[in-house]
């Protein structure tokens, strides 16, 4: 029998245990650069190495309950062992660039090449300077606190020359007078948007995050909104699942696109002024059901939350709700392992890595718990061919999970520093992670 025909008659709960067992050996026969698909690509986190490629389609997706919801979520954390590092493709060196931080989530890099960083749950936002180009933060400042749940961080307007800094709270967008080299608020917050549906905390950590960003003209400010539930259709789910469009002042608000249960991050795509987003998925459907994804945005686009998913599959827990909607739903660009939680994402905007690397996107995948073995807890690499997703994603910062499955660490931010290395803060071990080329010879 052929190896794909053994993984179709592979169906139910009881043999779900025996599919995860035989993935590990199945991928390490794969030839060096051979993309995972179908059942392979499905893999947890012991197929993870720098350098796989995955490519999850449509066809791939898993009926709903083929396995059973569980939760298996890292509720003791451990501390980083001795021996753990996370690991990069051949070539590349990780080093610490910031340790000793709280509950660090997103970071963005402002044009003159400071870090700034959103420590949430105390409510602050960091500068971090690496001041003598030595790879580490030596200058560290609080920039700003008091805030409820601080998570986006854009600079206003786009470009070299920015007035303002915005922040995303859990219920509203504020900003600040800046100017270049700040490290502490030059003056109090300004409230732009007033009243955005606030914290809603789910199993696994979910949706009180708000990210922003603006259009390459200046003219529109994204904020993306998740969903108070998991698949609730009700008056609750209101300007939720959505992400909102607003101009800078905080005027005229309009849905840029619906049904996306949980947009965690946003970013525009450098060349073609793109809104691009990563997307958290619903869950309680299996194992393998519903792929998270990072995909560009259609303006008006409909993504299905909650009654449909990845094109015209209905959730089953709405069966017969709005039949009208379902030709209506978008495919998303690349599909990822389901319950990855894949939460920041970045283009790659420097000159430091390979040219191959250039363009490409970056996503950080916070790691499941609605899974039965383990997937995320890692960065992929999103190929990029003539400004569109090749369908593919490819890990590049892996390591945070033992040989036991314990986890020590869960990406959250990630951005391109000015010298090109790629940073990624970790909520887990309480630090930010640089990559680099590596300079020995």
């Excluded at 931080?101 to 400071?114: E, S």
Aim: proline share 8%; aromatic share 10%; hydrophobic share 35%.
């Amino acid at each position: 029998m052929r190896r794909c025909d053994a993984f179709r008659i592979l169906r139910g709960p009881v043999l779900s245990g025996l599919i995860a067992s035989l993935i590990p050996a199945l991928a390490a026969d794969r030839p060096p650069g051979e993309v995972l698909t179908g059942r392979e690509a499905l893999g947890d986190w012991t197929t993870d190495a720098p350098g796989v490629r995955r490519r999850i389609t449509v066809e791939d997706l898993a009926p709903p309950f083929e396995t059973p919801s569980v939760d298996n979520g890292p509720r003791r954390m451990i501390p980083r062992p001795k021996d753990a590092w996370p690991r990069a493709p051949q070539g590349f060196t990780v080093n610490e660039f910031a340790t000793g931080l709280q509950n660090p989530r997103k970071i963005a890099t402002a044009p003159n090449g400071d870090i700034f960083l959103a420590e949430s749950f105390p409510g602050r936002v960091r500068v971090l300077r690496d001041a003598n180009g030595d790879g580490k933060a030596e200058v560290n400042e609080v920039f700003a606190q008091g805030m409820r749940l601080p998570f986006g961080i854009a600079f206003y307007p786009p470009g070299p020359r920015p007035t303002h800094v915005y922040i995303a709270s859990t219920d509203a967008v504020v900003r600040f007078a800046y100017q270049e080299g700040d490290t502490k608020a030059r003056s109090a917050p300004e409230t732009i948007v007033a009243k955005l549906p606030g914290f809603s905390m789910l199993r696994g950590g979910g949706h009180w995050t708000r990210d922003v960003a603006f259009s390459p003209d200046s003219k529109r400010m994204y904020v993306s909104v998740g969903s108070k539930s998991n698949v609730d259709d009700n008056e609750l789910e209101h300007r939720r699942a959505d992400i909102l469009v607003f101009d800078p002042e905080g005027h005229g608000e309009k849905v840029f696109a619906s049904g996306i249960r949980n947009p965690v991050g946003l970013a525009i795509q450098p060349g073609t002024g793109r809104l691009w987003a990563s997307v958290n998925e619903r869950d309680a459907l299996g194992d393998h059901l519903v792929p998270d994804y990072v995909t560009h945005v259609e303006e008006g686009g409909f993504y299905g939350w909650p009654w449909y998913y990845i094109g015209p599959h209905q959730d089953p827990r709405h069966k017969g709700k709005h039949p009208k909607l379902k030709d209506r739903v978008i495919v998303p660009d690349v599909l990822l392992q389901s319950h990855s939680a894949s939460l920041c994402m970045t283009f790659y905007t420097g000159t430091q890595f390979p040219e191959e690397y250039r363009s490409d996107a970056f996503a950080a995948e916070h790691g499941s718990w609605n899974r039965a073995r383990r997937t995320g807890y890692k960065v992929v690499r999103i190929p990029m061919k003539d400004g569109k997703a090749t369908g593919e994603y490819e890990d590049f910062l892996i390591g945070f999970i033992t040989k036991e499955g314990q986890v020590w660490g869960r990406p959250v931010g990630v951005t391109t520093a000015k010298d090109g290395s790629l940073l990624v803060s970790d909520d887990g071990s309480n630090t930010i992670w640089r990559v680099a080329i590596s300079r020995e010879k």
